[in-house]
């Protein structure tokens, strides 16, 4: 079956050239300092922030991965597309300090928080996580793309992904990423609600979907028996990878450090949350629907990945289909063109310029644009590994997530809310989970020969594995700063609630007001909704 016509290239041909457009604008504006090639010249309005943050976080291993999970374990995976609110909280609540302390990345807001150690290990930890989880797994997800829907060989696919993207990220810089994911999240979000409702119409409308995938398919609570997705475990889990990611991770929180006041900040993170409402319904339910065609025999699946593309293949008509292909890519290049810079950010800030520090703006600009090739050469070396590690994408995302996100999380939200929280028992925190969280991912791909103990460790249930984990790192970080000495108050003045002046909370509750207030109160409200809804007590009924 020829998958693609000429007017499906036509209209690939189209948003490509609108796309490199953008990118060439962006080129002839200014990019000498750091400010304008790391953060847009921190000034970027908040429906650009908003946008971006939306498509740097939905990339094609969400649309791959998400929609394989749900067509073969059902939509138990949903929770972590449910996390509106935590990109609710980077608004309300990290943000201020964020903003206040003028800091270009989040290993340099521990390094004022805590103490240089911390920042070069949090800078060590996060370049480490990208290779695990972000490029590689874009890469690979792309790569299917390629496969699946144009013909094109894996590894070609995946260097085309690489080059593609690569050019306009080290060219432009933050505000080229920005700019141009602000029009991918609409393509994207086009493209993937015109599977949706063709596959419904397809399968022949909502309650024939209900009826063919069955209750348990639909169940967001599954039950505490259940190997990969038991309700505790994932309640419980699935906020502490949620405030990582989206609260204290380089790759989200840049963007909202573009911005041109924390109102903007604050405001780009509220209509992100409502952006981050449409995965569940644009990425999950067509799993679902491709789970319920396969059953009545109108699609096959060679593997839960493919999924997404196997529907676009199948059910759409022509011109459509070039539409959602577009998206498909629009989503592949927005979260590998973020990865790209965030890595670029990380590199040449927290750690070239630490080595470095009389380098000049042009020199720590040039450090930027190739400082990512190492990174993204290591991904690819990855991706043969991931296949020992979850036979489905987008668990395998999570599972590795929940290995690194614990003690992170732990030391952003304890930094913040626990003034005696001090750098000794934040670097032990951050060291002592790192290590448990790799032993555990090293004995995870070689499980099969262990017995005993070690077996065990590596065979926990991974949600429950990242809850220990985080406990474990509170525990770590409070026990050691409780026996050290507690940290200087006046050097963390307005890093944590407890040492913030008056004039500063002024200033930030003059940058919100009764509407912000409400919109976020309405996104909350829409999450339990979906929540009560996809629970046993209604979906089974």
Not at 464 to 475: G, K
Request: charged share 10%; with cysteine; net charge positive.
């Amino acid at each position: 079956m020829q998958v693609l016509h000429t007017l499906d290239w036509l209209i690939i041909g189209l948003y490509f050239a609108v796309l490199f457009g953008i990118a060439f604008w962006v080129l002839r504006q200014k990019q000498d300092t750091t400010t304008d090639y790391f953060l847009a010249g921190r000034h970027v309005g908040w429906f650009v922030i908003g946008a971006s943050i939306f498509a740097s976080n939905i990339g094609s291993e969400h649309i791959v991965g998400l929609a394989g999970t749900a067509a073969k374990s059902g939509v138990a995976m949903a929770h972590y597309e449910l996390h509106a609110w935590c990109v609710l909280l980077l608004g309300w609540v990290f943000i201020p300090f964020y903003m206040r302390s003028r800091v270009f990345t989040m290993p340099e807001f521990l390094e004022k928080r805590y103490s240089p150690a911390a920042r070069w290990f949090l800078s060590i930890i996060s370049l480490v996580a990208y290779v695990f989880t972000k490029v590689s797994v874009t890469v690979y997800a792309g790569a299917i793309v390629f496969q699946t829907l144009m013909g094109i060989d894996f590894w070609t696919g995946a260097l085309i992904t690489v080059v593609l993207t690569g050019i306009y990220t080290i060219l432009g810089g933050l505000r080229a990423v920005v700019y141009t994911e602000a029009l991918q999240a609409i393509v994207l979000i086009l493209g993937s609600l015109t599977v949706t409702v063709i596959g419904l119409i397809k399968i022949g409308g909502w309650n024939k979907l209900i009826a063919l995938a069955g209750s348990e398919h639909l169940n967001l609570f599954r039950p505490l028996s259940d190997p990969d997705f038991p309700w505790l475990g994932i309640v419980l889990a699935a906020p502490i990878v949620g405030i990582w990611y989206w609260c204290t991770d380089q790759y989200i929180v840049q963007r909202a450090l573009a911005a041109r006041s924390e109102s903007h900040a604050r405001r780009g993170t509220i209509f992100a949350s409502y952006l981050k409402l449409l995965p569940f319904w644009i990425f999950i339910i067509p799993g679902i629907i491709a789970f319920a065609l396969t059953k009545t025999g109108q699609l096959d699946l060679a593997s839960p990945d493919q999924a997404f593309p196997a529907m676009v293949k199948a059910l759409l008509p022509i011109g459509i289909r070039g539409l959602v292909i577009g998206g498909l890519l629009a989503a592949l290049m927005s979260s590998l063109a973020a990865v790209f810079n965030s890595c670029s950010t990380l590199f040449t800030m927290d750690i070239y310029k630490k080595i470095r520090p009389d380098a000049s703006e042009k020199r720590l600009v040039f450090v930027g644009r190739v400082a990512t090739a190492a990174v993204v050469v290591c991904g690819i070396a990855w991706i043969p590994l991931m296949k020992f590690i979850s036979g489905e994408l987008y668990h395998y995302l999570q599972s590795v997530q929940s290995y690194l996100a614990p003690p992170i999380t732990a030391v952003f939200l304890l930094g913040l809310f626990w003034k005696k929280i001090n750098a000794k028992g934040a670097v032990s925190a951050l060291i002592g989970g790192f290590i448990i969280g790799m032993l555990r991912l090293v004995l995870e791909l070689g499980k099969e020969h262990l017995s005993g103990f070690l077996y065990q460790f590596a065979s926990i249930n991974f949600l429950y594995f990242c809850i220990f984990l985080f406990l474990i790192s509170i525990a770590i970080m409070v026990v050691v700063s409780m026996l050290t000495e507690a940290p200087n108050f006046e050097k963390i003045r307005g890093l944590t609630y407890a040492t913030t002046v008056s004039k500063d909370k002024a200033a930030s509750r003059a940058s919100w007001n009764t509407r912000d207030l409400v919109l976020s109160i309405i996104v909350l409200v829409i999450i339990a909704a979906v929540m009560i809804y996809f629970s046993p007590l209604v979906i089974a009924k």
